[in-house]
């Protein structure tokens, strides 16, 4: 009874363990060597390796109770024993061979999880004969209780949206909850060059560096979005990023080097959303956005998505300028930044700008004028007329918008 109670303690250890380990503990997995590549090899079938270790865990279980129940029943002349000795085994697998080992198995999964890893690969091994038929059952045990039971189809992007347009009037949902999910939902219409920050506002550095020269170059201020970026070393095209607003000074002086992570690259067209499963399937956090040409353009944190779910409006301007967007300054009157989006101005003001191929207003007034706005250039798309009211120097456009037909444009 002691070597099953031990061996139904390992499978617990080892369910509880192996389907604990988040994104970032299963990318670590391939710095872990033999063992690494064995744990990943068993993710890679998470039905069969969890069938496996559950089937092994109710033999283990069952063989107990067996055992128990044979010597409760010869201690049955004296009942009182057998009453103690039943619940005794009861609460011992309750408390030594489920609570106790999964609490440990929490707290430290990636190490147990790769100390179990060789017996439970045996184990799949050993039992991988009978799992078709376990799978049969299981197949036949749904059609049996669900036999009419159908996969919903997939929602499209649209009908997300219509159903978050449609929740304010039916539910209770607060106005940021709301918010925050018609965010996430226009991740998939934003390029991520509407996202990005643009090359020229990025501090770049070129190994070899020390860390020393890296402060000093920086003179005593994190760069903007509070990312360190060295290049490659023959070339300036981005190859490492570090967080340095995430670090204290007692980690970057001993060995600044390890904390340096991979970037990943994204075309500029690729949808916000898609750079933001990209950086989480990677367990990234900055990708370099590059042209059509390869070449770099700008770069997207985490941090510039996140802040784009959770604001009040999505952009550049709130994480680049610390400015909104768009200020209301009297009715039918804005002022606008340089990299005010057009495809916001064309969802609140029902208007197209789709014969530019500029993204920002910005773009628009140097693609209508056809040189770099100065103080007082003015423009006007169907009832939207831009006046560059001010250039700060080494930020971005002030601009003022006016709309002419007397309609009140969606408040920002």
């Not at 031990?6 to 617990?12: A, H, I, Q, R, V």
Request: proline fraction near 4%; aromatic fraction near 8%; glycine fraction near 4%.
């Amino acid at each position: 009874m002691l070597v099953l109670l031990m061996c139904s303690t390992f499978c617990s250890l080892s369910e509880t363990a192996i389907f604990s380990l988040n994104q970032t503990d299963r990318h670590e997995l391939n710095n872990k060597g033999t063992l690494g590549n064995i744990l990943i090899r068993l993710l890679e079938q998470p039905e069969k390796l969890l069938s496996s270790i559950l089937f092994a865990n109710l033999l283990v279980n069952l063989l107990f109770f067996t055992l128990a129940s044979v010597i409760a029943f010869r201690l049955g002349e004296q009942s009182h024993l057998a009453w103690f000795f039943g619940i005794a085994s009861l609460l011992t697998v309750i408390v030594f061979a489920e609570m106790l080992p999964k609490n440990i198995s929490v707290m430290f999964p990636q190490t147990i999880a790769l100390f179990v890893c060789i017996p439970i690969a045996v184990l799949v091994r050993i039992l991988q004969p009978i799992l078709p038929m376990m799978s049969f059952v299981n197949l036949l045990s749904r059609r049996l209780v669900y036999p009419e039971f159908k996969p919903e189809s997939d929602l499209r992007v649209s009908d997300l949206e219509r159903a978050i347009e449609l929740s304010g009037n039916d539910t209770a949902m607060l106005k940021r909850e709301q918010r925050s999910l018609q965010n996430i939902v226009g991740l998939s219409d934003m390029q991520a060059v509407e996202l990005m920050r643009p090359r020229s506002w990025l501090k770049l550095f070129c190994p070899p560096i020390t860390f020393e020269q890296i402060l000093k170059e920086l003179n005593g201020t994190l760069p903007r979005g509070g990312y360190c970026l060295l290049t490659e070393c023959d070339s300036d095209e981005i190859e490492y990023a570090l967080c340095l607003n995430r670090l204290n000074a007692t980690d970057l002086e001993n060995n600044w080097t390890q904390y340096l992570e991979d970037v990943i690259y994204s075309p500029w067209s690729t949808p916000v959303a898609e750079v933001f499963d990209r950086l989480l399937q990677k367990n990234r956090k900055v990708a370099v956005v590059v042209n059509e040409f390869g070449e770099t353009i700008g770069i997207i944190t985490i941090d510039d998505i996140i802040t784009a779910i959770f604001s009040r409006e999505q952009g550049r301007s709130l994480g680049l300028l610390n400015r909104r967007e768009m200020k209301p300054l009297g009715k039918n009157h804005w002022e606008l930044t340089g990299l005010t989006s057009l495809r916001t101005l064309e969802r609140k003001f029902n208007v197209s700008f789709r014969q530019y191929s500029s993204i920002t207003v910005g773009g628009l007034l140097r693609e209508t004028l056809e040189r770099l706005p100065r103080v007082g250039d003015q423009c006007q798309e169907e009832t939207l007329f831009f006046r560059v009211v001010h250039i700060e120097e080494g930020t971005d456009l002030v601009i003022e918008l006016r709309k002419q037909d007397g309609l009140d444009a969606e408040q920002f």
